[in-house]
């Protein structure tokens, strides 16, 4: 049976930010560069502080003076006027060389839906699986889930099932202990009896997202640990990533799966 925890030295991740550009700026870029630094000196990547502020400066002004050249408009000084965002995207190899694309971000219409992994994803007893085997459960003791990378290889099931329902935002999955960890691409909101939003601690397994840190130096949610049944029996529910902000969110049922 293949490592699906540890990559092989011929396949090294790189690491990722994803980030959103809007008004002229990253607002959220002082956590992306945080947490980017800390996996990289975690796991043995090189990083240039000041190097990668410089590159993503560099990147910002060539995003907003294409627009401004591409779309121009009437008495606007340049791109940062108009409400437009943009994805930005980072890599970080294991040498230290960093990549940045720019592409045009739609906005996101809300409520996403959203549905439970192990709801839809069977379990699967094919050891050749390059995914976990369970497919829709995650190690909490995964090192890997607490870094941004290009290694993913449990979210692989996940990431086609979502290609072949569009209308499903995200896939949210439990560890092995049946607690709730993080969706394939952002990070699970519930909301309790009192109004109080909660989220699940990095300990359960997942990746301490810089949308969901945002949220929390702002006292917005607090950790608790969750269940299924919490999901399912929740008031209201959200979810939220550096791309997309934080997002009503709707759970779909059986019969909404079957016509997703």
Known sequence: ?????????????????????????????????????????????????????AKVLACIQKTLSDASRQHPVPNAPDATAVGQSWRIR?????????????????????????????????????SSSAADPAMHCLDASNPWLRHKTTFRPWYQAGQQWLQEHPSCFDLIYANQSGHLCEGSRSTIYVQDLQGRWLTPPVTEGLLPGVMRQSLLNNGHVNEARLSLQDIRTAPALRVSNALRGWLDARLAGPAILLNI
Do not use: F
């Open 1 to 53: 049976m293949p490592d699906v925890l540890h990559p092989t030295p011929n396949s090294t991740p790189e690491l990722i930010e994803t980030m959103r550009l809007r008004a002229g700026r990253i607002a959220l870029w002082p956590l992306h560069r945080s947490r980017l630094l800390a996996s990289a000196a975690s796991l043995g990547y090189k990083a240039d502080a000041q190097a990668l502020d």
């Open 90 to 126: 980072l890599l970080l190899t294991q040498n230290g060389e960093v990549r940045l694309t720019a592409t045009e971000l739609p906005e996101t219409p809300s409520p996403v839906i959203i549905a439970l992994a192990c709801d839809t994803l069977p379990q699967s007893n094919d």
